[in-house]
């Protein structure tokens, strides 16, 4: 009797593990979750778009992760209607569940790039449940309707941030924001040669006032005549 017993409870421990394996399926076929790339300068808004490959998928929960210390995450689009929202700091969950296959662009994502950003690339890295692309939760992945797809290719993409160009004002030798007899005095020791007095030490790309790209003693003259307010001498540079 017990014999019988214990052969009864290992055919229904078998058929319950049968069962568990059942429920988690894979599906054959491969997909692929692309982030794309953008390009700007600090203060720029850019957009990413996050593209699917894949047949019959239906379903689908992942996270694109960023650097939130050079952007900042605005908003989404989708034109499959993918529920996008940032569930933590540098941390965008997208989601969608239609009755019909999904493939192309699941969502466009909107930042911004800080003010002050450095020149550099930054990573938007697509990942399930974790960072090594396992399934931790039971939400996350592609899913063929109810069975979850085998084989998915996660692509990173970046945001580049690209050096701004750098504003002149012309005649402001100094960077104090005026151009007055400093800016004057800097000059003329500058093309008199002082020790001290080079690129090193102040914005000598402020001091060609003619565009003849040197600087000479035109623009000493053209300065002080600039801060002596001669008429004809409002604005810097004088390229007559």
Known sequence: MRKTIKRSLSVLLACLMIMSIASVALADGTAAI????????AGDSVAVDVTLTGSGITNGVFKVTYNTSTLTYVSASSLVDAEVAEISAGTI?????????????VAT?????????????YDLTPSFA???????????GLFADDTRVADVTLTAGSVTVEE???EITYGDLNDD???????????????????GYD??????????LNGDDEVDTSDVIILLRYVAEWDGYEELPILD
């Open 34 to 41: 692309v982030v794309g790339t953008a390009t700007g300068e």
């Open 93 to 105: 969950s997208v989601a969608f569940a239609k009755t019909t296959a999904v493939t192309g662009t």
């Open 109 to 121: 994502l909107n930042f911004t790039i800080k003010d002050g950003a450095s020149a550099g690339s």
């Open 130 to 140: 974790a960072a090594d692309g396992n399934y931790h939760l039971e939400a996350d």
């Open 164 to 166: 701004g160009e750098t």
């Open 177 to 195: 924001g005026d151009v007055d007899t400093s800016d004057v005095i800097i000059l003329l020791r500058y093309v008199a040669e002082w020790d």
């Open 199 to 208: 690129e090193e030490n102040y914005n000598i790309d402020a001091a060609d």
